[in-house]
T-cell receptor, first 117, second 112 residues
Framework: GAGVSQSPSNKVTEKGKDVELRCDPI?????LYWYRQRLGQGLEFLIYFQGNSAPDKSGLPSDRFSAERTGESVSTLTIQRTQQEDSAVYLC???????????????FGEGSRLTVL | GDSVTQMEGPVTLSEEAFLTINCTYTATGYPSLFWYVQYPGEGLQLLLKATKADDKGSNKGFEATYRKETTSFHLEKGSVQVSDSAVYFCANYGGATNKLIFGTGTLLAVQP
């Protein structure tokens, strides 16, 4: 597609429920990133994919968070047993590749706003 | 580890005032440096970048120079407009980490 697409744009859920957030990167981009932005705070790195593998999962806050990517395309971020502190905007970004020679320009989607009641 | 520190906001200026938002970084090796902007109700977008020391990134009247000796990448604009009101994020991308590390963001409010 023309840009990074994320869905849903807004999600309200009850504490304890599971949620899935989807990211469709720019076609041909092999690197895909997930960030979290809590209200009034900066961007917190969660995980990135190079192709379908995730070399760096260091930012995932707990084992309730997981992500996968298939076909070097769509990625899904899953949050199990949501808590109120999970409320945030979850941003997805993609780039041509990650690593040597990449100058690091990322293209961001508009985010999925998650509210946990 | 890699990090970015930028001045806290909010920064409130009158239209046509001079803007500086300070940013310093720590990184292993030679990172690329970025300023991203988030306008109200919109997604994050790249404003400008510099990929090596002494490079100057520029866009929409904004400039930032990659200073290796002071590990800084301060954002400047000579004359701000109301339409520049947004949150500005400084970021570094290191080849060793393969990810963008962001500062906490600086809210700029420009008043007519």
């Amino acid at each position: 597609g023309a840009g990074v697409s994320q869905s849903p744009s807004n999600k309200v859920t009850e504490k304890g429920k599971d949620v899935e957030l989807r990211c469709d990167p720019i076609s041909g981009h092999t690197a895909l990133y997930w960030y979290r932005q809590r209200l009034g705070q900066g961007l917190e790195f969660l995980i990135y994919f190079q192709g379908n593998s995730a070399p760096d999962k260091s930012g995932l806050p707990s084992d309730r968070f997981s992500a996968e990517r298939t076909g070097e395309s769509v990625s899904t971020l899953t949050i199990q047993r949501t808590q109120q502190e999970d409320s945030a905007v979850y941003l997805c970004a993609s780039s041509l590749w990650a690593g040597q020679g990449n100058t690091g320009e990322l293209f961001f989607g508009e985010g999925s706003r998650l509210t946990v009641l | 580890g890699d990090s970015v520190t930028q001045m806290e906001g909010p920064v409130t200026l009158s239209e046509e005032a001079f803007l500086t938002i300070n940013c310093t970084y720590t990184a292993t090796g030679y990172p690329s440096l970025f300023w991203y902007v988030q306008y109200p109700g919109e997604g994050l977008q790249l404003l400008l970048k510099a990929t090596k020391a002494d490079d100057k990134g520029s866009n929409k009247g904004f400039e930032a120079t990659y200073r290796k000796e002071t590990t800084s990448f301060h954002l400047e604009k000579g004359s701000v407009q109301v339409s520049d009101s947004a949150v500005y994020f400084c970021a570094n991308y290191g080849g060793a980490t393969n990810k963008l590390i962001f500062g906490t963001g600086t809210l700029l409010a420009v008043q007519p």
